[in-house]
């Protein structure tokens, strides 16, 4: 079955450092990809997300490339901020899972100042 | 701007207790699931629904009931609370079209405590 494996945390980096989080998927289809981020005591929401291989998802600094050949989606961002402390998110979906979103386990980022 | 509303934000419950948790969105999305969250562990799949009417079992559905008799509600039923049951709970709302490209948006979460 389908499945997202994410690097495990937390991860603690100073403010202006770069950030890689690592992210593999296992998937019979052509799935969609996705990241999000959950900031303390609030829901998920979507940081960005790419549909098909060598897209490029980007949004507020992060970015993350969908690579086919190593399935992976790996979130960068070349300078974090202590307000991009947050827990984030790999996801996938795809035709044969529907409306099943698969989630990663979560890493967690703290960003010192 | 509501989008996806759940109720209680907390909750504090006896083993064996029953309780709803609400769950409603303004979106009029076809799809709706609720996860349940656990340290290290991301978020399971409890139950989702692809319209009114229609509802499924995710990955983790035992202990739990839902129903979707209108497109915007899909309460989660806890039939006797235990303390596995422990977590947050978060439900989310999809539109429909190409399910697999589009996001989900999600509740705030309701944090439960089974003692």
């Keep these: ?113 | 701007n509501a989008g996806v509303t759940q109720t209680p934000k907390f909750q504090v419950l006896k083993t064996g207790q029953s309780m709803t948790l609400q769950c409603a969105q303004d979106m009029n999305h076809e799809y709706m699931s609720w996860y349940r969250q656990d340290p290290g562990m991301g978020l399971r799949l409890i139950h989702y629904s692809v319209g009114a009417g229609i509802t499924d079992q995710g990955e983790v559905p035992n202990g739990y009931n839902v129903s979707r008799s209108t497109t915007e509600d899909f309460p989660l039923r806890l039939l006797s609370a235990a303390p596995s049951q422990t977590s947050v709970y978060f439900c989310a709302s999809k539109s429909g079209g190409r399910v697999e490209n589009t996001e989900a948006f999600f509740g705030q979460g309701t944090r439960l405590t089974v003692v």
Aim: glycine share 10%; aromatic share 14%; with cysteine.
């Design chain 1, 1 to 113: 079955g389908n499945s997202v494996t994410q690097m495990e945390g937390p991860v603690t980096l100073s403010e202006e450092a770069f950030l890689t989080i690592n992210c593999t998927y296992t998937a019979t289809g052509y799935p969609s990809l996705f990241w999000y981020v959950q900031y303390p005591g609030e829901g998920l929401q979507l940081l960005l997300k790419a549909t098909k291989a060598d897209d490029k998802g980007s949004n507020k600094g992060f970015e993350a490339t969908y690579r086919k050949e190593t399935t992976s989606f790996h979130l960068e961002k070349g300078s974090v901020q202590v307000s991009d402390s947050a827990v984030y998110f790999c996801a996938l979906s795809d035709l044969t899972g529907g409306f099943k979103t698969i989630f990663g386990a979560g890493t967690r980022l703290f960003v010192k100042a």
